[in-house]
């Protein structure tokens, strides 16, 4: 099964992929993005595609609203409510209610927020954080940090075991709900019961799931959560990342970053706080308003899209390129390292493969573009709103290409 343009394999392949593609009722929105037909583009776990319209949305934001209204802008033009607006824009894609997520600053200083206050909510008594082993590093960083400051014990466990890890001297657990590396998705409602059930706060962090399939916040009861707008949000490069905390949870809510902007009287230049009531309670100082804007802009792809259609759709695209990298490329070249289960898989395949660097430098100059996850992860995103079951097919075979001319072995340069 190794020889590949020209085969019956790939014409049949090929074929199916047309067939797919005719009837995926999101095979539309593809042009919505600034795609060429060149590139095969297996990155937007990393960083979404640009809407086509943002750019002219963008100027408008610019030569209108600050060239011409400057200062006005922030009542006039909405600047000031963005960062709730924008929340509730996101809010129906991730299952929670309005009035619940805001919008603002790094996914980073938000894991900070959201770990910190977790451990205030959890109360006296409480001496332990569990953190995700095998979490994206920030999560860990700012995770410790949090428990120094705190004064509480960083206890590194995999999601797996999180829901037996988790007891009566637990304040808080932070998981991400799929795994960056691997693309494998942890049982967030599962996890979630058994961490409340142990009186402890369950902490998500959906960088890698929010756009890409449904995650039901409110209905499994999660306490708080945080997520990035640039990878299946395609909010652009740096756009600011959302806070959740459950209604339950608002009044409680003492932000460790408490800044003027989420004062109750933001222009009653008080020397004492006072936190404003419900998801401004998240915010700290001064929102990124143009590149809040830009992702306030990109969620209009959303419009009419059901998260439950971009699951499915995920699903058979990720079963079909596993299908055509088993058919193209020579058995023990790479190992699938993302779960056949669809109830334990994101919304990427993730491939070990020994040759890994040299590997993906040759495909992204075939125009396949994927990334590394060092030392031997290929890592394929995939984004429903524009990836196609031909670019499935066309990545796997360019795939088989590169790996007949890279040697077993071979390591590569970078
Ligand atoms: C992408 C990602 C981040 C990114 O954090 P930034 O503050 O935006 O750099 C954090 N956590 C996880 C799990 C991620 O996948």
């Not at 430098?361 to 394929?380: A, T």
Request: charged share 20%; net charge negative; glycine share 10%.
């Amino acid at each position: 099964m190794s020889e590949i343009a020209g085969t019956s394999v790939a014409e049949g392949l090929g074929d199916r992929a047309r067939e797919l593609d005719a009837v995926d009722p999101l095979a539309g929105h593809r042009k919505l993005f600034a795609l060429d037909e060149e590139t095969v583009y297996l990155d937007g776990n990393s960083l979404g595609a640009l809407p086509a319209h943002v750019p002219a949305r963008m100027a408008e934001v610019i030569g209108r609203e600050w060239g011409e209204l400057r200062i006005r802008s922030w009542d006039e033009s909405g600047w000031w409510t963005a960062p709730e607006r924008i929340g509730d824009r996101i809010a129906p894609l991730v299952g929670a209610a309005p009035g619940q997520i805001v919008v603002g600053d790094s996914t980073s200083v938000n894991v900070f927020k959201a770990v910190v206050a977790a451990v205030r909510l959890a109360g006296e008594g409480r001496d332990e954080i569990l953190v995700d082993a095998t979490t994206f590093p920030t999560d860990g960083y700012l995770a410790a940090s949090a428990a120094r400051l705190t004064g509480k014990r960083l206890v590194p466990v995999a999601p797996g075991e999180a829901a037996s890890a988790v007891g009566p001297g637990t304040a808080a657990v932070l998981l991400n709900h799929v795994d960056y590396r691997t693309g494998r998705l942890h049982d967030l409602p599962g996890i979630t019961a058994a961490v409340r059930a142990a009186g402890a706060l369950a902490i998500w962090d959906l960088c890698h799931s929010a756009g890409a399939l449904p995650v039901g916040l409110d209905a499994h009861g999660v306490d708080l959560a945080v997520g990035c707008t640039y990878k299946y949000l395609n909010g652009g490069p740096g756009a600011p990342a959302f806070l959740y905390v459950a209604e339950r949870h608002q009044a409680a809510f003492d932000s460790p970053l408490p800044g003027w902007t989420s004062h109750a009287d933001p222009f009653g230049t008080t020397p004492e706080y006072a936190a404003a009531d419900g998801a401004v309670r998240g915010r700290v100082g001064t929102p990124d308003i143009l590149s809040m804007l830009a992702l306030e802009a990109a969620l209009d792809v959303w419009d009419g899209v059901a998260v439950e259609a971009v699951r499915a759709k995920s699903l058979a695209l990720t079963d079909f390129f596993l299908e055509c990298v088993a058919a193209y490329v020579p058995a023990g070249r790479v190992v699938p390292v993302t779960p056949e289960v669809h109830a334990e898989r994101g919304s990427q395949v993730s491939l070990s493969c020994p040759e890994a660097p040299e590997v993906m430098r040759r495909l992204i100059e075939r125009g396949v573009v994927g990334d590394l996850r060092r030392p031997d992860v290929l890592r394929f995103g995939f984004t429903p709103l524009y990836v196609g079951f031909a670019d499935a097919e066309r990545a796997a075979r360019a795939l088989a290409e590169v790996l007949a001319e890279v040697p077993a072995g071979a390591r590569g340069a970078s």
